[in-house]
């Protein structure tokens, strides 16, 4: 777009036989060049408006969005600026406990209905040696989905380990909330027991200790006293 404005330096009307004379474009291409009318100039439209105000209009967006997603903005955007500790550990605190809301869900409405129905189906097809009349036994899956990293990971843990004294948590609820398995975490030590005992001589024969240095009390020439290190 651009506008024809009316030159200062030119005094009266435009210069022509009659003011029809004077043409003005209506329609422009790439490419294409026209002659200005005399007496009037081309002054061109180049808003700066969208440059001016576009960092603000699309960080306002990825508020909104993120408020319907239920997650925290800096996630989304993956902008941490002006912010710190606690605010950030707040909204990822917020979004973690939305995104557990939905793994439930999908928990109960998915998985769980297909895998009674699945396992029913597997007692009954002859192609396993367990019995249906146990199936109430073998339908109680333990689901472990994903988990999320601490945010301070020895505040949390000092606060785990006060519940688990109180006797408000076990042991077993905090290492599923870390996507662990409590028989796993168990059989990995009793397999580390094992490779202790196999290794027992190395472990209880460290290598020779280096004797220190000894100092040797000596008297130069003069008379003096010098140390001497003596290995």
């Not at 990293?149 to 609820?173: C, E, F, G, M, Y």
Request: one cysteine or more; charged letters at 30%.
């Amino acid at each position: 777009m651009l506008f024809y404005e009316k030159d200062s330096a030119q005094n009266g009307e435009p210069l022509g036989d009659t003011e029809d004379d004077t043409q003005f474009l209506s329609e422009v291409s790439p490419g294409k060049a026209e002659k200005v009318p005399e007496g009037y100039r081309v002054k061109p439209y180049d808003p700066t408006h969208p440059n001016a105000s576009y960092g603000g209009y699309i960080q306002s967006c990825l508020r909104e969005i993120a408020g319907g997603l239920d997650v925290s903005y800096n996630s989304l955007s993956s902008d941490l600026t002006s912010v710190s500790f606690s605010s950030i550990r707040s909204g990822s605190l917020e979004e973690r406990d939305g995104w557990r809301n939905e793994q439930r869900q999908l928990i109960e409405q998915l998985c769980e209905p297909v895998f009674e129905t699945w396992l029913e189906m597997f007692l009954m097809s002859g192609l396993s040696f367990l019995p249906l009349s146990k199936y109430e036994k073998f339908n109680s899956p333990a689901w472990m989905p994903r988990s999320f990293q601490w945010v301070d990971p020895r505040a949390d843990a000092d606060a785990n380990i006060a519940l688990i004294h109180q006797k408000l948590k076990t042991p077993q609820s905090v290492i599923a909330e870390q996507g662990g398995d409590p028989e796993d975490i168990l059989a990995a030590f009793e397999k580390w027991d094992m490779l202790l005992a196999k290794h027992k001589q190395v472990i209880n024969n460290p290598s020779k200790k280096v004797e220190p240095k000894k100092e040797e009390i000596t008297k130069d020439e003069n008379g003096k006293d010098e140390n001497k290190n003596v290995i």
